[in-house]
């Protein structure tokens, strides 16, 4: 184990670990062997305090956990590990990876040549959605019903978005992996982005949308079905640069909802340029006329990255307040790159402090 990570920790400390998954297309639970984590911090932004053995984390999420070494060399070794949490039917890699906690030996130490016992972590099976909603049903901010969260109470403009998979027409002399020789795809309600060949700022800025982009992104599916019910007949999904257009310091909610299009799966969504703050989530179909009853409005999660449930629906709330353009796309890369992203144009303010500053006169163009 010579190439192994190993951690040294010293008995009776406090340590913070910063934890990221830099991983492309795997969510992760994580765990110590024989350690208890406080997680203290996710996405930068603080958390009521809560204790977990193992903790889940998407692509591109940030967690701070504090951990207590035990008081007394323990005359043990300890693995740290990861393995995935997929819910897809497509294949992956169900390794598990893992590192070494080790604590130093005191000086003059007795025990420098036995071999000590290896703990490992008992982790969560690999489609353990059970785990996963209990993971995020205790992640609350450190608001109260005294000094609530700075989330939207009045909301200017609701948006309800499909995310999920499909398929597109295979290109000739292409031979494609989807069914019936399709080509796999993914979209924000039935619509897989396109990525044009001139920057959507600078299309944006110089106001020279046309041909760049359009501002006709569906505030909901153009067409409903049973979200998590039996699949349509038509998986075909709609290509195009669309956009959503925003006033300045226009309040949103959000539902991002998923499919069981060619499978329900979890999503990891990405806001660029915002906090959100997650008011609710839930399983089956959202439900516009009893769901947002239950929404925390006190002290819900902030952060910036979220899953959305396997066979669910997740709600949002932000306050569009940073003009320019922003992707909001799936974190598992495999589905941005099938075009699961969509992007919102944010207007100016009247303040200065409000405008999208001009590009530096050194910058390239696309």
């Known amino acids: 184990m010579t ?3 190993k951690l040294k920790v010293k008995p009776g400390k406090t340590y913070l670990l910063r934890l990221i998954n830099a991983a ?23 958390v009521k305090p809560f204790e977990t053995e193992t903790l889940l984390i998407t692509p591109g999420q940030t967690t701070n956990v504090i951990l207590k070494t035990k008081p007394s060399y323990p005359n043990a070794t300890f693995f740290m590990t990861a393995r995935p949490y997929v819910t897809g039917q497509g294949t992956f890699d169900n390794s598990t990876v893992a590192g070494i906690l080790e604590y130093e030996s005191p000086p003059k130490s007795l025990h420098l040549s036995k071999m000590f016992p290896l703990f490992k972590p008992i982790l969560p099976a690999l489609n353990d959605t059970s785990f996963a909603t209990n993971f995020a ?21 609701h948006f309800f978005f499909t995310v999920g998979l499909g398929t597109s027409p295979c290109q000739h002399n292409q031979t494609c992996q989807g069914p019936n020789g399709t080509k796999f795809a993914a979209s924000v309600n039935n619509v897989s982005f396109t990525m044009p060949t001139t920057a959507l700022l600078q299309a944006h800025f110089f106001g020279q949308s046309n041909g760049v982009y359009t501002p006709d992104f569906p505030s909901s599916p153009t067409i409903p079905f049973n979200y998590t019910g039996t ?5 075909m999904v709609i290509n195009g ?8 310091n226009t309040s949103v909610e959000l539902v991002m909802q998923d499919t069981n299009i060619l499978g329900a799966e979890s999503h990891p969504l990405h806001l ?5 703050f997650v008011v609710g989530q839930g399983f089956g179909n959202f439900d516009p006329n009893k769901d947002p009853a239950k929404f925390n409005l006190v002290d819900p999660i902030e952060r910036n990255t979220v899953g959305v449930p396997s066979g669910g629906w997740v709600a949002i709330r932000f306050l569009a307040d940073n003009p320019g353009v922003w992707f909001t796309h799936c974190h598992l890369e495999v589905h941005t790159s099938w075009g699961l992203k969509m992007a919102w144009i944010v207007f100016d303010g009247e303040l200065p402090t409000q405008k999208l500053l ?7 163009k696309c």
């Open 3 to 5: 190439d192994t990570f």
């Open 24 to 46: 492309l297309n795997d969510e992760l639970f994580f765990s110590i062997a024989n350690h208890t984590l406080t997680v203290v911090d996710v996405d930068a932004i603080y």
């Open 137 to 157: 049903s205790k992640l609350r901010s450190l608001a109260s019903a005294q000094y609530p969260a700075n989330v939207p109470q009045k909301v200017d403009k």
């Open 231 to 235: 699949p349509p007949n038509n998986t």
């Open 241 to 248: 640069t669309k956009v959503v257009v925003l006033p300045f």
């Open 272 to 276: 660029h340029g915002f906090n959100f």
């Open 358 to 364: 001009p590009p530096p006169a050194d910058l390239p």
